[in-house]
């Protein structure tokens, strides 16, 4: 291959890692900001999401009904994703994976948040010239307990 054709190739797998980033932080941010387009943005409309090993929803309608069923059951949530790694060995072909861990928390009344994670294994999809999640997989979760309440009076 040419020096500019390897200037390329080196490009757009630079582009394609940033874009990956990216969608794990949209996820996030649509997640946590109760987002429903950006949301709808991050997944294939075949997408699954895997919450657990019996919680399996399939489909872009059955994946937002999911988050907002989450919205109504927590008042805030907090995702931090990191140790996003991916795997570009297809990407050319259109499809990767990648893997990260995360930190949640959740608030489930005014003085009691909820601290939990796990890992997130992925595989992404091209669809309509964008990155997209069309499988989350979430492994090995844990929870923290609540949080001891917070006066904010005394700060």
């Known amino acids: 291959m040419s020096d500019v054709g390897d200037f390329i190739a080196r490009l757009e797998r630079i582009e394609t890692e940033l874009a990956l980033h990216r969608l794990a932080q949209h996820y996030c941010v649509a997640a946590d900001h109760r987002d429903l387009e950006l949301w709808r943005e991050v997944w294939t409309p075949d997408g699954v999401w895997a919450t ?89 979760p844990f929870d923290l307990g609540p949080l001891p309440a917070w006066d904010t009076a005394a700060t």
């Open 52 to 140: 657990s090993s019996d919680l399996v929803f399939t489909g872009l309608d059955a994946i937002c009904n999911a988050v907002r069923r989450q919205w109504q059951a927590f008042s805030a949530m907090q995702h931090g994703t990191v140790n996003h790694v991916v795997d570009l060995t297809d990407a050319a072909q259109g499809v990767a994976t990648g893997r990260s861990d995360v930190i949640v928390h959740v608030q489930v009344d005014r003085n009691t948040w909820l601290n939990g994670g796990g890992t997130y294994l992925d595989e992404y999809r091209r669809h309509d010239g964008r990155w997209r999640i069309a499988k989350r997989t979430v492994t090995r």
